[in-house]
């Protein structure tokens, strides 16, 4: 593991390019609906029944991580934007999009509009792409 000295995330990869940009988890909530937040609050208990998880906030997303990143979470102003990697491509709802990145990773991506979208499928998703990494 590599510590940046700027910021003092860990890294798996030394010298791994990444924002310093480190900020508090609050601040993506601000002048965001109630809804957002509940989504983001049901999301983060429902990951951490996978396993343990750090949870770090930059200016961009908030992003959650064991060894490495298993979750980046983009909080909108009416929905959450969660990106993960899967070792295989899913192409269904509520998957919006997906992508290949090596032969063994395809990003996925999902909106999420209401904490009730986040159902079993999408845990069971979130629990491969922490396994992945792990």
């Avoid at 003092?8 to 390019?17: A, D, I, P, V, W």
């Avoid at 906030?57 to 009416?78: C, D, N, Y």
Wanted: net charge positive; hydrophobic share 35%.
């Amino acid at each position: 593991m590599w510590q940046c000295p700027n910021c003092n995330r860990s890294f798996k990869t030394t010298n791994q390019s990444h924002s310093c940009m480190v900020t508090k988890v609050e601040k993506h909530f601000k002048n965001k609906s109630e809804n957002v937040r509940k989504i983001f609050d049901k999301l983060l208990e429902k990951v951490m029944g996978i396993g343990p998880v750090n949870v770090y906030a930059v200016k961009s997303a908030i992003f959650l991580k064991t060894s490495s990143s298993f979750l980046e979470i983009k909080v909108r102003k009416k929905f959450v934007e969660i990106n993960f990697c899967l070792g295989r491509e899913v192409n269904e709802f509520p998957v919006s999009k997906f992508q290949r990145l090596s032969k063994n990773r395809v990003a996925h991506t999902i909106h999420i509009d209401h904490p009730d979208e986040i159902d079993k499928q999408m845990i069971t998703w979130l629990k491969e792409a922490y396994l992945l990494i792990n």
